[in-house]
T-cell receptor, first 115, second 113 residues
Framework: EAAVTQSPRNKVAVTGGKVTLSCNQT?????MYWYRQDTGHGLRLIHY???????EKGDIPDGYKASRPSQENFSLILELATPSQTSVYFC??????????????FGPGTRLLVL | GDSVTQTEGPVTLSEGTSLTVNCSYE??????LFWYVQYPGEGPQLLFK?????EKGSNRGFEATYNKEATSFHLQKASVQESDSAVYYC????????????FGIGTRVLVRP
């Protein structure tokens, strides 16, 4: 069974503080993704990775960094958190099918509130 | 760039009735189309995907046909159950974009007993 876990599940941060969201997958998938989910916008891609040591910018990368230190772990870093980054964040791993047929497996999400 | 437009929710219906969630897409490429479902408190999960035009995908009683001429991929179910209450996302991926998915805004479906 595919398994993607995220921590923490809930986080309250202060404006200007640093926030790190962690993701772990036991699927041995090469591809990993970070999305944010907001009403009226659906899921939007922030950063993604094709393997350990690699990170790529997604559609909305401003204000976020990513780190992929190993096959299993992919972190999203907010160096200076702002209230506009209040959202639900989802991590996913991809099974690396044909370039346009990757099936993505999502974690349960992290709810972030920036005050 | 690529875009996906789907029915605005919430869609509220009674058990045993039929469901249609419209999805239209725009891309200059030849996409693979996906439907994902998100149950309360969970992350999205794949319902099914269709890589080829004029083919149908199906799972759990849901189905959608990849209509290349109309650039549509409408989700249908003949008889919904309360357990189908969820948010449904239409998405596409293109070869030029690698494995990146472009999602619609999601459609919340509420099924009343």
């Amino acid at each position: 069974e595919a398994a993607v876990t995220q921590s923490p599940r809930n986080k309250v941060a202060v404006t200007g503080g640093k926030v790190t969201l962690s993701c772990n997958q036991t699927n041995n998938h090469n591809n990993m993704y970070w999305y944010r989910q907001d009403t009226g916008h659906g899921l939007r891609l922030i950063h993604y990775s094709y393997g350990a040591g690699s990170t790529e910018k997604g559609d909305i990368p401003d204000g976020y960094k990513a780190s992929r230190p190993s096959q299993e772990n992919f972190s999203l870093i907010l160096e200076l958190a702002t209230p506009s980054q209040t959202s639900v964040y989802f991590c996913a791993s991809g099974d690396g099918g044909a370039r346009d047929q990757d099936t993505q497996y999502f974690g349960p999400g992290t709810r972030l509130l920036v005050l | 760039g690529d875009s996906v437009t789907q029915t605005e929710g919430p869609v509220t219906l009674s058990e045993g009735t039929s469901l249609t969630v419209n999805c239209s897409y725009e891309t200059k490429q030849y996409p693979t189309l996906f439907w994902y479902v998100q149950y309360p408190g969970e992350g999205p999960q794949l319902l099914f995907k269709v890589p080829k035009a004029n083919e149908k995908g199906s799972n759990r009683g849901f189905e959608a046909t990849y209509n290349k001429e109309a650039t549509s991929f409408h989700l249908q179910k003949a008889s919904v159950q309360e357990s189908d209450s969820a948010v449904y996302y239409c998405a596409l991926a293109t070869n030029s974009a690698g494995n990146k998915l472009t999602f619609g805004i999601g459609t919340r479906v509420l099924v009343r007993p």
